[in-house]
């Protein structure tokens, strides 16, 4: 873990009680534009990402109000103490959104396990690792609010999306899991289902993406979803139906439409 502000603890004792927000990956895409949103609501931001020039210049456009720490999610000591230098610096975490994550196009003729296990690794158990830091200190606490990012991909098998899909589908259970026990304690988590955010990783992509919005669009959606308390936040509605509906087909009408989404030969 590396901080990179040299001015957070004058910040952090300016004065009366504030929201504190914990957001990874948090210096591109859609962990970025919602650090800039909360800061412009009056949250006070603790911005996680391993791109310590993009965090620099990311806290130096909110005026004060994001703090950069530098944090690689698949570093589980890194982890836990950087929530423990945001607790010092800071105060306890209000809410904690963990975005981080990668993402690359797979398919069952050059599929490779290790860079499956590579995506696993931080998609998945370096957002379990951060949930491991957080959860039991809001469970003592009887207060606080977690955001998971996932994806619509988690609903449904789509070619070219099998170790990304993996990765979504099984935040989404672990999320449903979680709910009933954290909920007993005061504690809300909620799952973001987002379709296609115009991000750098999805700037990637070589087809087309329907229904794609913003990040800052993104943005809003997850602000306003999280101050509404809902559980799931999905967006862009047109896609998350469409999604839907696909997953309730009979298997072999949903594979009839996978299959034409299937790359060419060659």
Aim: glycine letters at 8%; a neutral charge; one cysteine or more.
């Amino acid at each position: 873990m590396e901080t990179i502000s040299t001015t957070r603890q004058a910040d952090a004792s300016k004065a009366a009680p504030r929201r504190i927000a914990w957001i990874t990956g948090a210096s591109s895409g859609i962990g970025r534009a919602l650090a800039l949103r909360l800061a412009r609501d009056g949250w006070t931001i603790a911005a996680s990402a391993r791109g310590v020039d993009e965090l620099a210049s990311l806290a130096a456009e909110s005026n004060g109000r994001i703090v950069a720490y530098a944090l690689d999610v698949t570093d589980r000591e890194a982890v836990h103490a950087t929530f423990a230098a945001i607790g010092s610096d800071l105060g306890p975490v209000d809410l904690a959104v963990f975005a981080a994550g990668t993402y690359f196009r797979d398919y069952a003729a050059d599929f490779d396990s290790e860079r499956f296990g590579t995506m696993v690794g931080l998609n998945l158990v370096g957002t379990a690792q951060c949930l491991e830091a957080v959860m039991p200190a809001m469970i003592a606490r009887k207060s606080g609010q977690i955001a998971v990012v996932a994806s619509v991909s988690g609903y449904v098998g789509l070619p070219g999306a099998a170790s990304y899909g993996a990765t979504k589908a099984a935040l989404n259970v672990m999320c449903e899991a979680f709910q009933p026990e954290l909920a007993a304690h005061g504690v809300r988590i909620s799952i973001v289902n987002p379709g296609f955010v115009d991000t750098p990783l999805t700037r990637k992509n070589d087809f087309p993406m329907p229904f794609l919005v913003s990040a800052e669009s993104a943005a809003d959606s997850i602000a306003d979803g999280l101050a509404a308390g809902h559980y799931e936040i999905v967006f862009p509605w047109k896609m998350a139906v469409a999604m839907k509906l696909l997953h309730a087909l009979p298997a072999r009408l949903r594979f009839t439409l996978t299959r034409r989404m299937l790359r060419s030969p060659g």
